[in-house]
């Protein structure tokens, strides 16, 4: 066989019939997938790209449920927004909802209404028939209903965990909700902003925030556990504060809390293969 006629005439082919053409790279494409294929683990397991933490804990799972049942959380946050929309929810998972949320001042005051005595949307929204429907829907579903407070600003953080009369007058505003609305425990998103430099961690002064924060999350525990044992304290966190920020002591936020929440949702984006998530870490 001559080939040096050969190929030409194949290139006069490839040049004339665009279908032959496209035929042609579609099935070369499909035998370099098919070899990524065979080649790549068919199961690409979370914790190969994700912390050496997150790594741990689902060895844990692994081994619990080898030993022991694991109850599994399946928790859902509510933003008050989403309350506003009258948003039709599938609840049926879920083991915990998270009311999103409170903001609380630095006198430990949960902020209901504003200057001119008007209730904030938070609150409005709190009491609507639409979540007082939805609480009782999730008893039926025996799915717990839980409260955020959500902390974003330094000063009112510092004043709020290193005031012992802000401390003491915060922990009998939230037993007193859970109480007065049934709710089943708290969830505290304590969003402290550091400034960083050279990879070091360092608050934006000397005030020793870290350690006011663990004195307080020591009471905040202590005190809702003598009122209600079956209460449940939740902690949020980002999904690098273990790495690089000075405010928190994360040993320490795990001995006390009986779940620290890892915020990860912000980790994808729209063209990501998987959707984000909020990691939940389940410590005692």
């Known amino acids: 066989m001559n080939w040096s006629l050969l190929f030409p005439k194949i290139k006069n082919i490839f040049k004339s019939n665009i279908v032959v053409t496209d035929a042609m790279v579609t099935f070369i494409l499909l035998v370099i997938l098919g070899i990524i294929y065979l080649l790549v683990p068919k199961k690409l397991d979370d914790s190969t790209i994700v912390s050496p933490l997150q790594k741990t804990n689902k060895l844990s799972v692994v081994k619990s449920e080898l030993n022991t049942p694991f109850n599994k959380e399946i928790i859902g946050f509510l933003p008050s927004w989403i309350v ?5 929810l599938f609840i049926k998972p879920l083991t915990q909802l998270i009311y999103f949320g409170f903001n609380v001042n630095e006198n430990g005051e949960i902020v209901k209404y504003n200057e001119s ?3 904030v949307l938070e609150w409005h929204y709190f009491k609507s028939p639409y979540f007082t429907q939805l609480k009782e829907k999730t008893k039926k579903n025996k799915t717990k209903v839980l409260v955020a407070f959500k902390m974003f600003n330094n000063e009112i953080i510092d004043n709020l965990i290193s005031n012992s009369f802000s401390t003491n007058r915060f922990i009998l505003n939230v037993i007193a909700l859970l109480k007065d609305y049934d709710l089943d425990g708290i969830n505290l998103d304590i969003e402290y902003f550091t400034q960083h430099q050279d990879g070091a961690g360092f608050t934006d002064s000397d005030f020793p925030t870290v350690r006011f924060l663990n004195t307080f999350l020591t009471k905040v525990v202590s005190e809702l556990k003598k009122s209600n044992s079956n209460y449940i304290v939740s902690v949020d966190v980002n999904a690098t504060v273990i790495l690089r920020d000075a405010a928190y002591d994360m040993v320490k936020i795990g001995e006390l809390a009986d779940q620290v ?17 909020l990691r939940q870490l389940t410590l005692q």
Not at 84 to 88: F, G, L, R, Y
């Open 84 to 88: 506003a929309q009258d948003t039709e």
């Open 117 to 119: 005595n008007t209730p």
């Open 261 to 277: 929440i890892v915020m990860a949702y912000d980790y994808r984006m729209p063209s990501s293969l998987r959707a984000g998530l």
